[in-house]
């Protein structure tokens, strides 16, 4: 694990034992009194995200959570790209992650964002909130850093064209 990657533990005894690869965690953020929290995990097939998600729901922590939202991207040699997502009762958060994850070059890779709703509407504070949990846990387990590693093999900047030759 790299130095700024945190692996997630189910509960505080550190049992992943049903899940079989690391699961990494965002920092929580409460913004009047909503709290969110991000999950991000390797996946190499769109079967295994019920899994996940009914193992992350059943961990103590997260069954209190009022939405729990999806999005995930799957590519291989042998298959075209699989794509999903879920709203998890949070209208569009679906959509918005699995943008979040295409604007960001992630594959092979599940985040999952729960709310705890704290009786106030956010409006669009929601929309950042969950970017940012959701950033902040694929950052963790280094999804976002193979994407500047593409553009860099590439032969491209972020933006998605040529650098330019110094004269």
């Not at 991000?40 to 996940?52: L, N, Y």
């Not at 709203?87 to 960001?104: K, N």
Request: proline share 4%; charged share 30%.
């Amino acid at each position: 694990m790299l130095p700024n990657q945190a692996r997630f533990s189910s509960g505080d005894n550190g049992d992943t034992s049903r899940w079989p690869r690391p699961i990494y965690a965002s920092e929580r953020i409460t913004i009047h009194k909503s709290t969110f929290l991000a999950h991000a995990t390797e996946i190499r097939d769109g079967d295994m995200v019920p899994e996940f998600i009914d193992h992350l729901t059943s961990l103590p922590q997260l069954k209190r959570a009022t939405h729990c939202m999806y999005a995930y991207r799957v590519s291989s040699e042998s298959t075209k790209l699989s794509l999903g997502q879920q709203d998890g009762g949070e209208s569009g958060a679906g959509d918005h992650l699995a943008r979040l994850l295409e604007l960001s070059r992630c594959e092979n890779v599940v985040v999952v964002v729960s709310r705890w709703y704290g009786g106030v509407q956010l409006g669009s504070e929601r929309w950042r909130r969950i970017s940012e949990v959701a950033k902040d846990a694929l950052n963790k387990g280094g999804f976002m850093r193979k994407r500047e590693e593409n553009t860099i093999q590439s032969g491209t900047s972020k933006k998605g064209r040529k650098p330019k030759k110094k004269k």
